[in-house]
């Protein structure tokens, strides 16, 4: 029992670490494991306990410098612009809180379907597989038309796509490093340095708004469909939704934490459904599990529980601290320490082809967010390399 109490400390103290660095992602902590802990001798059960803590701890707090900052991952990014025009009303906290309950509830939503989703995929799965790259290409190109200026967007989703095809097609180093610190991280925040805006005093207070039941709906609806397919993610499944439910800013950023936080957890279910990974969690839990059972399931449950409350009791805490420190610094100096160390991380931890992606997809994503594209449109760098393996394979 204490050294499953072990486990949870060090996975949520390093969540916390990973989630408020920006570019440090649980997949490089999670990789070090699933190289090492074979070697260890270690009992399996801390090792799932740390690795599921690690990963639910980083998604809520990841929300904090994705808002508070513009330095995103690939689960938080949509929340970026949102994010920033609350900030910018001295509603930054709200923001936050709001991203926290959306990582709650999608959690606790995620774990009541878990049943069920367990049940279908299995009988749709040969279904699916069959149609899958069709599939993919049907979301990208319903996402590219969906746009005022198709054109423009279907020109930034086909670069997207050959940059992320080629990326992961050469020897580059942690590939998925300096290909979203480029697009997400620092594209916005370079974009920021040029506005300088000045931030208002930040409203700390409890979170007052409610979320209306239908897009709660909607957004469970739509999201367990997206959480098993490659290559498509919680960013597709809040701009579907969104294109249902026309969101305001706040209402966006709960659907968005709402559908990572979804995404995540049934991303366990797909693998012992299947035997598949479709996430960084998933990949070390497959490494860790050989066979899930009915105590693998229970330990999964508890440690998912418990990390969700520690968390969520942590989150206010570390966001008015946050607040407090960037309200008292220029946002410009900021904005610039932010960009200093994604640049840092990216250059350490891929290699020199790995920086010439970084630099490629900075430029890409500059010029989107230039023509008023939506960015979501550069998850083609995920979604076209997934096609073309699956049409390949």
Known sequence: MLDLLLALSIGIILGLITGLIPGLHTNLVTSLLILSYPTLGLPLEPGIVFVLSLALTHLMIDYIPSILLGAPDEDSFLTTLPGHELLLKGQGYTATLLARQGVVQGTLIALLISPLFL?????????????????????????????THWHEALIIATLGGILGTLTFSL??????????????GLAGLITSLNTNPTLPSQIIAPLKERIPFSIKGVAGCITPFCSFLPGIGSGHAATIIAEKVKPSSKEFIYITSYTGAMVLILSITTLSALNKTRSGLAAALEVLIPTFTTDVYLLIIATILITLALTYILFPFIAQRMIKLITKIPYKAITLTTILILLALTCTLTNPLGILVCITATLLGYCTIQSGIRRINLMSALVVPAIVYYLIN
Do not use: A, C, M, N
């Open 119 to 147: 049940f279908l995929i299995p009988k749709i799965q040969t279904i699916i597989q069959t149609i899958l790259p069709y599939l993919l290409l049907f979301i990208l190109l319903l996402i590219i038309f969906r746009e």
């Open 171 to 184: 020897p580059v180093k942690e590939p998925l490093v300096p290909l979203l610190s480029g697009l997400f």
